[in-house]
């Protein structure tokens, strides 16, 4: 049995006048395409009816979302990967590998967790011990407890998958206080930034920090905690934020506000910058890449393998203009991910 898929009917190439009423995908006599996908068609020819716009003039919001899905995968990811997004939207098959592959997938996910949670365990209890100290002597930066994040995160990360650093030269000594901001993929994202082997602090949901042992663990070191649909909670965030940048402390930010679904990088949020530009504070952009491959999000049940995650830390940037700093911070993670079949 084969299987045709038009490059136009996928976005790959803009649509002919007869590819608006034929369905792109045929497998038989029996239409394969997933619900999401066509949805994105629909709405491709609705905005196109009324800009009259070739789709690959359009920017920002203009964008459909099946030309945005093409254009988030390139490479080995184009027909796949636009395919499994679709249907991950119409809530259809999410996987697009084969049922030995899933298997060897949840197993290793489960041992992900099990070695997370064993590691975390003992060192919690460490930092309960250390806690009194910590908050009497460095009631800020807490960089006791910083390094036994590192050491849960490393220990729990090594025998699942490599990381490779490229531009350490790039970071700033570990006594200065910087914004760290980065794309974010996935739920590996985190443990991979602990690699780093800088002091930061990072903001989560607030709902995380009540989850036992890792969740306390987090309040112990001082991460910042979110509400995202509070506008109190985001103000006092940023304000907790700004005090940990005066008292010395880094803190780091995923500036899309949350994981992406499909590895494709949204639009930057500008608070983490408004914050950099008001004290002055340098910004340093850092690319992550593949972790979405190997946890990829809402798939949390399934830790694939054989992939390496690249971290690529890019040069300071400083400015008291916060558009700015968004500006380039996206542009240069954009340009990054690019090189890796990424955008």
């Known amino acids: ?25 045929k497998m038989g006599m029996r239409s394969c395409v997933p619900s999401g996908l066509k949805r994105a068609h629909v709405q491709m020819r609705a905005l196109r009816a009324s800009r009259t716009l070739d789709p690959f003039s359009l920017r ?14 390139v490479g080995r990811r184009r027909l796949c990967s636009v395919t499994a997004a679709a249907a991950q939207d119409s809530g259809e098959t999410k996987s697009v590998y084969g049922p030995v592959a899933n298997a060897i997938g949840k197993m290793r996910a489960i041992a992900f967790f099990l070695t997370t949670t064993a590691i975390a365990v003992p060192l919690f209890h460490i930092m309960l011990y250390m806690s009194p100290f910590v908050l009497l002597f460095d009631k800020f930066r807490r960089k006791a407890m910083h390094v036994v994040n590192d050491v849960w ?6 025998p699942f998958y490599s990381i490779e650093v490229k531009g350490r030269e790039n970071l700033p000594p570990p006594e200065t206080a910087v914004v760290y901001v980065a ?49 109190r909670s985001q103000m006092a965030c940023l304000q907790e934020c700004r005090t940990l940048l005066k008292e010395g402390a880094s803190v780091l930010f995923f500036p899309e506000g949350t994981r992406s679904d499909t590895a494709e990088m949204t639009s930057f949020k500008k608070g983490a910058f408004s914050i950099a ?6 910004v ?18 399934y830790l694939r393998s054989g992939k390496k995650v690249t971290l690529i830390i890019h040069p300071t940037i400083q400015s008291k203009d916060a558009q700015k700093l968004c500006d380039e911070s996206e542009k240069v993670i954009k340009d990054e991910l690019l090189k890796y079949d990424y955008i």
């Open 60 to 73: 920002g919001s203009q964008v459909s979302p099946l030309h945005n899905a093409s254009r988030g995968f």
């Open 1 to 25: 049995m084969s299987v045709m898929i038009a490059p136009r009917a996928i976005g790959l190439l803009p649509l002919r006048a007869q590819d608006r009423t034929t369905a792109p995908v």
């Open 277 to 282: 530009a008001k004290d002055n504070v340098p």
């Open 153 to 158: 995160a490393n220990a729990t990360i090594m």
């Open 183 to 231: 794309n974010h993929q996935s739920y590996l994202d985190i443990f991979s930034l602990f690699r780093l082997y800088r002091p930061f602090k990072f903001v989560s949901k607030q709902s995380i920090f009540y989850i036992p042992i890792v969740g306390w663990s987090m309040f112990m070191t001082g991460h910042v905690g979110l509400k995202r649909t509070d506008r």
């Open 284 to 301: 340093v952009p850092i690319t992550i890449v593949g972790t979405g491959s190997l946890m990829q999000n809402g798939n949390e049940g």
